[in-house]
């Protein structure tokens, strides 16, 4: 009998699908007409999760709007009424918030003579790469062992 020669040849998508971020969310480019913020997903899964203390929803969403003004390893410093503008809460209630994230050791507020405060998280993201690193060693402790 002859042998059969065959050929596997991976078939070609009709239009690869695109995953920008204006076609995740919705297809109108819109909705990015202002920027966008990017967040780590890591973040959104530790947030709720840390030890010994955890980020409530408006703390998470402060420090995801504060950050829509980091632009580089800078500390960013919007003012609070315009964080809170953007949240839609008071500027009392923001400054709650600062002052509650900064009590739980994940921000430190740097006073600037004349202008408005920076807001620094680097507090905040070494706790999330804790979290990170604990739960990886969690989880390698957890696999079974070899004889």
């Not at 050929?7 to 966008?36: N, P």
């Not at 800078?74 to 900064?102: C, D, H, N």
């Not at 620094?120 to 390698?140: I, M, S, Y």
Request: net charge positive; with cysteine.
């Amino acid at each position: 009998m002859p042998a059969t020669q065959m050929q596997l040849v991976r078939a070609e998508k009709e239009g690869a699908e695109k995953r920008d971020i204006v076609t995740r969310w919705g297809g109108d480019a819109a909705i990015v007409s202002k920027g966008f913020v990017a967040v780590p997903t890591q973040f959104l899964l530790s947030c709720a999760t840390m030890k010994p203390y955890c980020l409530t929803v408006p703390e998470a969403l402060f420090v995801i709007n504060v950050m829509a003004f980091k632009w580089d390893a800078k500390a960013p410093f919007p003012g609070y009424k315009k964080v809170a503008a953007r949240m839609g809460i008071s500027e009392q209630y923001a400054r709650k918030l600062a002052r509650t994230l900064e009590g739980k050791g994940f921000l430190k507020r740097i006073a600037r003579v004349g202008s408005t405060n920076a807001f620094d998280f680097t507090p905040l993201f070494q706790k999330v790469v804790e979290h990170v690193k604990g739960d990886a060693a969690k989880a390698e402790g957890e696999k079974p062992q070899a004889a």
